[in-house]
């Protein structure tokens, strides 16, 4: 029988107890940084405590944007979620999930990203996997070199460059369905001090315009087993992508190894043999709605997607999205309405996931198990949910 949990939100004085509770679960460094203890803003954490006000789980809501089709998405991003190995299987995680859905719910969180150790947990809760952030290793001496373009200017940065990085990371994935805003309290705390995100930061500019940038870590020692991580490398134009590869490349003697996380379909991705890439790292990552009305509104559509289709959802997490619905979809924006009668189309929270992330067509979910129809009705209607292209991660949390 599943104990009885209290949950609540964690204040400053239990976060020593909480990170305890995260380091066993997750074998952390003994040693904690400064805000696991404090008060950061922009993050909610939640706490279980068992009948004797001992901690027994936690999890963390990060107040995070995401960028879907040119709009910022306001979210709740899942993080630090552990529970206590005598309490594991007795209801606590879904307990404080459920918790941590309504308090996003009511400070007006749309949807809902996380990083799973292991999925089945936040699939009962109504999570479903969306994606795979990969971290690739390439061969330093693999990448092209090209002679420097002569228009363009290479040069280290500073702090002083991070603003206009902010501006061009935006540039290139504003557009697309995914992606962190990197704007906002949460983000504004930890930039607070002022340094670069890692070891270096590569700057290219045309006219004195940023096109191109790449933050990495040098890593240790110079022999054949060194790399150099790129924490990111984006660029607006094929002539900067070239540029930044061409200074990934010139690490060649020193650090055989460049480790990245590409992402799909820029413009720097064709300038790599990513044929020849060994997979370092595959971190799974899970989608839900907080609130479908919202997630639906809040985003922006493809201007060519046009058309309706009604739908039953079943949610029962978050009871709010449950009921019949008609979604509306035209000219750049769509709504969520409910309507009378039983829809044709019943669909599962996770296979809204599904169709929201891109992440699969229809049908698909249908073969799945996630959505069901009535015989002779195409499931494929709700591919309307699915326009836009597949969703894609760049933030680890």
């Not at 089709?69 to 299987?89: I, K, Q, S, W, Y």
């Not at 992606?179 to 500019?205: H, I, M, N, S, Y």
């Not at 890593?219 to 990934?248: C, F, I, Q, W």
């Not at 309405?337 to 996770?350: I, K």
């Amino acid at each position: 029988m599943p104990a009885i949990v209290h949950v609540r939100e964690l204040t400053v004085d239990d976060l020593d107890d909480a990170w305890e509770l995260g380091r066993l679960a997750f074998g952390s460094d003994p040693q904690r940084p400064a805000h696991h203890t404090a008060a950061v803003p922009g993050m909610t954490r939640y706490g279980a405590f068992d009948d004797n006000g001992r901690l027994v789980g936690k999890a963390v809501d990060l107040h995070h944007d995401q960028w879907w089709t040119g709009r910022a998405v306001p979210a709740a991003d899942v993080a630090g979620v552990a529970v206590a190995p005598e309490a594991r299987g007795g209801g606590v995680a879904r307990a404080m999930l459920s918790a941590l859905l309504r308090g996003a719910h009511e400070r007006g969180a749309a949807i809902s990203a996380l990083y799973p150790t292991v999925a089945a947990p936040y699939r009962a809760c109504g999570w479903e996997a969306a994606g795979v952030l990969h971290t690739l290793d390439l061969a330093t001496a693999a990448l092209p070199r090209h002679r420097p373009n002569p228009r363009l200017t290479v040069r280290t940065g500073t702090p002083a460059d991070l603003p206009a990085v902010t501006d061009l990371y935006e540039r290139v994935v504003r557009h697309r369905n995914g992606p962190l805003t990197r704007r906002g309290e949460l983000f504004d705390f930890f930039a607070a001090d002022g340094g670069l995100p890692g070891d270096g930061l590569t700057l290219v500019e045309d006219g004195g315009g940023l096109v191109g940038y790449a933050s990495w870590e040098r890593g240790r020692g110079y022999h054949a087993e060194s790399v150099l991580t790129v924490d990111e490398a984006l660029a607006v134009n094929p002539e900067a992508a070239r540029e930044l590869v061409g200074v990934l490349a010139s690490w060649a003697s020193v650090a055989p190894t460049v480790r990245l996380c590409p992402l799909d379909g820029d413009a720097v991705g064709p300038h790599l043999p990513l044929e020849a890439a060994r997979e370092h790292q595959r971190k799974l990552w899970m989608h839900r709605p907080v609130d479908v009305t919202r997630a639906v509104a809040a985003r922006g559509w493809p201007a060519h997607a046009r058309g309706a289709v009604d739908f039953a959802l079943a949610d029962p997490l978050a009871e709010w999205n449950s009921g019949a619905w008609r979604l509306v979809v035209a000219d750049g924006a769509a709504e969520l309405t409910r309507v009378d009668g039983e829809p044709d189309l019943r669909l599962d929270v996770r296979g809204f996931a599904l169709l929201y992330a891109g992440a699969a067509p229809a049908r698909s979910v249908a073969q799945a198990g996630l959505l069901h129809h009535t015989a002779g009705v195409d499931p494929a209607a709700l591919d309307l949910l699915a326009v836009g292209g597949p969703a894609q991660l760049l933030d680890y949390f």
